[in-house]
């Protein structure tokens, strides 16, 4: 074993240690904690801002897109925003716990509750304000949390992983529940993929290299988030001025999210009318067609690679289909089954999609920019599992928790 | 690619296209299906005990141990026996659809539905009941089955796939619902742990080493079951009579599978009482004591080696501890996660075991034998899981599912 999974398995070692009382702690010891850590990230407030100001000079050094350089720049409004967030996580349920009981007709009542999952490992890119919102859902939810992130956010990064520990030893837990490797170079990531038996959940956060990446090389269990090559589909029987506002706001709205729409279906008799009106309100959008399309409006023509892309910019792929059953095989080819909508008046259409589009979550007449933990209702979200197994669509507190079955009985032995 | 590995893929592809029609068929038509393929099973009876004969010789040639031959011999009656388990699962709760419903402030509807999780792989050792107990599970529950049995068993598997495949056909869904490879190679097991894409979750079910290589080989999600390093924890206040009992039902009823325990320990205050009785109840078991143990009766050594071990077999180690927190401590670190027991009249100790235990299963005062689908009331398993992501403990109908949120509006976009 080599020195940088020695260190790696030493600080898994260390929170293991610390979560154990994390994990028979109570709701409301765990909430005093988040609000501790908020208050320490506003008292830490100075600190914080300096070492922002480092990672943000190194950035411009280092010529890094404007965009990306606003991304992790930080401001007392930013951490109060920050701070307050995980007050509003402090005053969600509980997670753990609580469960279903029954009695066994041999006298066993079973209890299975809620605990944690371990130790969670999130591997993510610049954005300072996942460091806290990260440790707050995890903390909440019992779990231990082993933070990597990017090398451009890691001054700021580090003042305020130093203050949410400070937070955390204010209300009694050890700091040592909060791990983050020493540096942030690319062997130290790799080497946490595979701690297996000391990393119980790996989450990746960020782009799509990201979460190739770990997806090929992690041994430790992960789930997999964040792909979204999401579909609008305009049935025949539309309201097409419901349908031109859900498709506008779907692709426009914040096209570099993850629930935004990337492709645009259209059936075959109302493509005449809707393409002109659609290519009018999509303006500022760079339009991609299939044939049929490029022969009713004038846009680029659309590869098979097109359908496959998720773009995550103000560029959309077109084609024209011939119903709704065309559509669901369509998206069921080319979606990684994120997010998709029909708009229709056609109940039968709406039920078929709805039962045979494979993905998430699956929308009639509304946007797809929906599928979010928050929109959902879940308070809050840890990312937006694209995979089948432990949890799909957004992951909110109760995703980060396994169960235990609690048997009790007065000597039943097994016949 | 090479060719074991096209063929596979080619085969799964024919499941994931007849899956589709399985996948949004009503519960009561998988129930008929179910029933047809029971029906089936017993009307091919004379193809299926004949080649059964089969592989018993060959078996009988290989010199193969008589207890493995008795596991995989078919009768009359065992045939009856899996067609009834057939009929029993076909009577269960259909595990797909419904969920929880909510409305938005914005006026979204919400419902969380139960989807199937896919095309599930399913390989396992000799005994043939478990090809028509697992095709059972996973067309209940919609799933589309891949089995990869043991090579000793394969004339018989090849009878009951043909049989259920026309049962399956009679009752009008695909046979093509029930994948197999045309042999029992380890090339083919270990490319089908690789169908990343056709796969979406593969159950191991046997040994510990087959386990392992699941484990070490598959990229496609896998379902971690039967590892079971189990323990049974007599405190001071016991009732010894209940405890011996418990104790020897743990290690004795059945002690081939995986929850039988395998440790014993004791409270330093009571061992000199209680371990000559448990000495004598536990006859016919070899006993391996602690250095404490040794001190008080005849027994062997057991080495720190023996306390990780599974033993499956009439062999159970022992060791003395100083109270319930040094239990609870010993058995987080030997455990596999399976199933323990604290056998006790004190509260605060039952209490301070079944929170810090870090198990699938925690009992008070009843014998861990109890972890079963059956025995906790989820009519059927599909396997007991050891891992904390997606499933843990029995692993019944419920948990061969996933979810999909199916979201209804009347225009709305985010804002």
Redesign the interface.
């Known amino acids: 074993m080599n020195n940088i999974k020695e260190n790696l398995i030493n600080k898994c070692v260390l929170a293991k240690k610390a979560g154990?009382l994390l994990?028979?702690s109570t709701g409301e010891a765990r909430n005093n904690a988040l609000l501790a850590m908020a208050d320490s990230l506003e008292k830490n407030e100075k600190l914080i801002l300096e070492a922002n100001a480092k990672d943000i000079e190194k950035a411009k050094e280092n010529g890094i897109k404007e965009a990306m350089v606003d991304r992790l720049m930080l401001n007392s409004q930013r951490i109060k925003g920050i701070s307050d967030a995980m007050r509003k996580v402090a005053a969600l349920p509980d997670p753990l716990g609580s469960g279903e009981v029954?009695t066994?007709p041999n006298g066993?009542m079973?209890r299975k509750v809620k605990?944690p999952?371990?130790n969670i490992a999130i591997i993510y890119e610049s954005r300072p304000n996942v460091t806290a919102d990260a440790v707050c859902l995890c903390i909440k939810s019992g779990n231990t949390v082993f933070l990597r992130g990017g090398k451009e956010a890691f001054f700021s990064n580090t003042a305020i992983i130093s203050a949410l520990r400070e937070g955390l030893e204010k209300s009694g837990f050890s700091g040592d529940l909060i791990q983050t490797p020493d540096d942030t170079s690319r062997e130290t990531a790799t080497a946490l993929m595979t701690l297996s038996g000391y990393v119980?959940?790996l989450i990746p956060r960020g782009g799509k290299s990201l979460i190739r990446s770990v997806v090929d090389n992690a041994t430790v269990?992960v789930i997999e988030t964040g792909a979204g090559n999401c579909h609008v589909y305009v049935e025949k029987t539309a309201?097409l001025e419901?349908a031109a506002?859900?498709v506008?706001?779907?692709k426009m709205?914040r096209p570099s999210v993850c629930n935004a729409a990337e492709n645009l279906l259209v059936d075959r008799e109302i493509a005449n009318d809707f393409l002109p009106v659609i290519k009018k309100v999509l303006e500022g959008t760079e339009l991609r067609g299939c044939e049929e399309t490029v022969g009713i409006i004038d846009v680029a023509s659309a590869t098979e690679e097109d359908f496959f892309t998720e773009y995550d910019d103000y560029i959309m792929s077109l084609k024209v289909v011939d119903g709704y059953k065309e559509a669901v095989e369509h998206i069921n080819v080319h979606s990684t089954g994120h997010s998709e909508a029909i708009i229709t008046r056609n109940t039968e259409a709406?039920d078929y999609f709805?039962?045979?589009i494979?993905?998430?979550?699956?929308?009639?007449?509304?946007?797809t920019?929906?599928?979010d933990g928050e929109?959902?209702?879940f308070g809050a979200e840890i990312g937006i599992s694209t995979?089948?197994?432990?949890a799909?669509?957004p992951m909110g507190l109760s995703e980060m928790t396994?169960?235990?079955?609690?048997?009790?009985?007065?000597?039943?032995?097994?016949g």
Chains 1, 2 share one sequence.
């Open positions: 154990k994990a028979v029954w066994r066993l079973i605990v999952l371990g119980d959940l269990p309201d419901m506002r859900i506008k706001n779907a709205q709406a709805t039962a045979n494979d993905s998430a979550a699956v929308y009639v007449n509304a946007s920019r929906f599928t929109e959902f209702g995979q089948r197994l432990h799909r669509g396994t169960v235990k079955y609690i048997v009790v009985g007065n000597g039943q032995t097994r």
